[in-house]
């Protein structure tokens, strides 16, 4: 079952055009990375799917419905939720009140959610479950801004599932991590993004390769290839473009 379409998506910033007419269908359930050079149009893509940035042409379709334009928040609401490039937390709040904060924003969002979290101890129990999912029970009273990066970062990823959504964007969730932090992080992706469908964008292929179920390869806004990791790893154009030769 398709859960999003993006279709024939173009966009241009006061005349600099950054995409050219992007194609993807994207299976419900399935983990999908998008990988290409820096400048190549990825972020803009999620801007796109978010309601951030509206396309010059092509529309955005979720769960059949056509959302092009959509406002953020009512994108949100729909069950799509995305962690930015750059880390949006709370730095001088503790790790507990910024997922409770992001776990309020969705009962406020959502009535369903609300009328079943309307007590506050239930809050409190959502957001516990949540800062457990990413390790960060033990930390729950650190200051945010204070926690190592790849804490910070699975911490964005905690603020993303805060609302429940079906479809996950995760912008270079890996970036500026240690090895170890990678590893890590890795399978906390695994973890948080089970039942849900995930897009993610990434530059380290060793996270691309162990997640994803299908790879699209952005290069100067273009789509260049979409399929299996193996097709994508074997693939001449990405090679040349992007992944370069690797040496036996
Ligand atoms: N709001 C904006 N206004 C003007 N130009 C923009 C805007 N957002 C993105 N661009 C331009 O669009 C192009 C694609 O940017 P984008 O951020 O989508 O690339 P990316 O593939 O995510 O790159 P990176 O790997 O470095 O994150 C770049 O040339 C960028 O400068
Ligand atoms: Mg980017």
Do not use: C, W
Not at 72 to 86: C, D, H, K, V, Y
Not at 127 to 156: F, P, V, Y
């Amino acid at each position: 079952m398709v859960i999003m379409e993006l279709r024939d998506l173009h966009k241009d910033f006061s005349g600099l055009k950054v995409l050219f007419g992007i194609n993807l269908l994207l299976q419900k359930g399935e983990k999908h990375a998008i990988i290409g050079p820096n400048g190549a149009g990825k972020s803009t893509i999620f801007n796109l799917i978010t309601g951030k940035y509206t396309p010059s042409q092509g529309k955005v379709f979720f769960k059949g419905k056509d959302i092009t334009g959509y406002l953020p928040n009512e994108i949100t609401r729909m069950g799509l939720a995305r962690s930015f490039q750059i880390t949006n937390i709370f730095r001088t709040m503790t790790v507990f009140e910024n997922v409770r904060n992001a776990v309020l924003s969705k009962n406020n969002a959502r009535l369903d959610v609300f009328s079943r979290l309307s007590k506050m101890n239930g809050i409190v129990e959502e957001t516990e479950r949540i800062l457990s999912q990413i390790d960060l029970l033990e930390r729950k009273n650190e200051m945010a801004g204070e926690l190592a990066h790849g804490h910070q970062r699975a911490m964005e990823i905690g603020l993303t599932i805060a609302t429940d959504p079906e479809l996950i964007l995760l912008d270079e969730p890996t970036a500026g991590m240690s090895t170890e932090e990678t590893k890590e992080a890795i399978k906390l992706i695994e973890r948080v993004s089970t039942g849900r469908t995930l897009v993610i964008v990434e530059h380290d292929m060793e996270v691309v390769f162990s997640l994803a179920h299908r790879i699209t390869v952005i290069y100067y806004g273009q789509v260049l290839a979409s399929g299996p990791p193996e097709e994508i790893r074997n693939d001449q154009r990405v090679k040349d473009a992007y992944l370069g030769e690797e040496k036996e």
